[in-house]
């Protein structure tokens, strides 16, 4: 079946431009992540979405990233006026529900700000 | 404030069983381990996860001290496929009630020809 997709695949932009990146969870998961990883590093929480309750952003780095989830599936994750600094690999995962069940990543989308 | 700290890099001859160390000493006793791999350019992949019993799929086997301050994937017939970045996770229930699961740099295992 199908996976999480996430798309762009890369994304090449100036510094300063906003950018919106979309995630396509499994269709009935209702947990949804966003994580971020730069150059040989881990990866980094960034905001977790559980069904109709509020998301938690507390891994979002500043206010210039915002995230939604529309109708419990798609999500888009945007920043604004981006930095150099956010250059890295943005994963999305999802999950159905709050249990044991395991995380089912995308293979992210490469942002790259000049 | 990842809670896991594993080995930085491990090499291991083809064929052999690769043994990847965490310490995950500040773990609570509901907190699951969960282990993922990453390979180059590709999202994270699940392996396997456990509480406290030793834990075995098609693609490893979880072990688990008494006091689960540690744990050890073990793949018992590693192949050059293997190669990867491992991550043991500790997987947090948040006040509000949310789960985090929070990664460390993990173990960048290279298995040798």
């Known amino acids: 079946g199908a996976g999480v997709s996430q798309s762009p695949s890369n994304k090449v932009t100036e510094k300063g431009k906003d950018v919106e990146l979309r995630c396509d969870p499994i269709?009935?998961?209702?947990?949804l992540y966003w994580y971020r990883q730069s150059l040989g590093q881990g990866l980094e929480f960034l905001i977790y979405?559980?069904?109709?309750?509020?998301?938690?952003k507390s891994g979002l780095p500043s206010d210039r990233f915002s995230a939604e989830r529309t109708g419990g599936s798609v999500s888009t994750l945007t920043i604004q006026r981006t930095q150099q600094e956010d250059s890295a690999v943005y994963l999305c995962?999802?999950?159905?529900?709050?249990?044991?069940?395991?995380?089912?990543f995308g293979n992210g989308t490469r942002l790259t700000v000049t | 404030d990842a809670k896991t700290t594993q080995p930085p890099s491990m090499d291991c001859a083809e064929g052999r069983a690769a043994n990847l160390p965490c310490n995950h000493s500040?773990?609570?006793?509901?907190?699951?381990v969960y282990w993922y791999r990453q390979i180059h350019s590709q999202g994270p992949q699940y392996i396997i996860h456990?509480?406290?019993n030793n834990e075995t799929n098609e693609m490893a086997s979880l072990i688990i001290t008494e006091d689960r301050k540690s744990s050890t994937l073990i793949l018992p017939h590693a192949t050059l496929r293997d190669t990867a970045v491992y991550y043991c996770?500790?997987?947090?229930?948040?006040?509000?009630?949310?789960?985090?699961?929070?990664f460390g740099t993990g173990t960048r295992l290279k298995v040798l020809a």
């Open positions: 995962a999802s999950s159905s529900g709050q249990g044991l069940l395991p995380l089912h």
């Open positions: 269709s009935g998961h209702t947990a």
């Open positions: 979405f559980q069904g109709n309750s509020a998301p938690d």
């Open positions: 500040t773990i609570s006793g509901n907190e699951y």
């Open positions: 456990g509480l406290k």
């Open positions: 996770i500790v997987r947090v229930r948040t006040t509000s009630g949310t789960y985090k699961y929070i």
